[in-house]
């Protein structure tokens, strides 16, 4: 059974940082593309940032130059660390994994991410 489990929102004034972090199991982790998606309230949901196999990435135009997704097979987790955060990053974050391109997407139960101004 496959299961995500994020961790590591909160709340975080305007210019902060937080690392969010996704557990997975049942999966196998290391051949796996892993994503973040974000949705806010009223918003269409987001796709943030992606890691694929080899370790290379890909990021929203939104987020490139202060979020970076990483990936640790040895603890079947992927983070995503967040900088110079803005009040529009307030979002659920939700860590997903899929096989590949156009694989089922697995979700996680999301993490809430709120930025003050």
């Known amino acids: 059974q496959v299961r995500l489990v994020e961790s590591g929102g909160g709340l975080v004034q305007t210019g902060g940082s937080l690392r969010l972090s996704c557990a997975a199991s049942?999966?196998?982790?290391?051949?796996?593309?892993m994503d973040w998606y974000r949705q806010a309230p009223g918003k269409q949901r987001e796709l943030v940032a992606s890691?694929?196999?080899?370790?290379?990435?890909s990021y929203a135009d939104s987020v490139k130059g202060r979020f970076t997704i990483s990936r640790d097979n040895a603890k079947n987790t992927v983070y995503l660390q967040m900088n110079s955060l803005k009040p529009e990053d307030t979002a659920v974050y939700y860590c997903?994994?899929?096989?590949?391109?156009?694989?089922?997407?697995?979700w996680g139960q999301g993490t809430q991410v709120t930025v003050s101004s």
């Open positions: 997903v994994t899929r096989r590949s391109m156009i694989a089922d997407r697995y």
């Open positions: 890691i694929f196999s080899g370790g290379s990435t």
């Open positions: 049942g999966v196998p982790f290391s051949v796996n593309i």
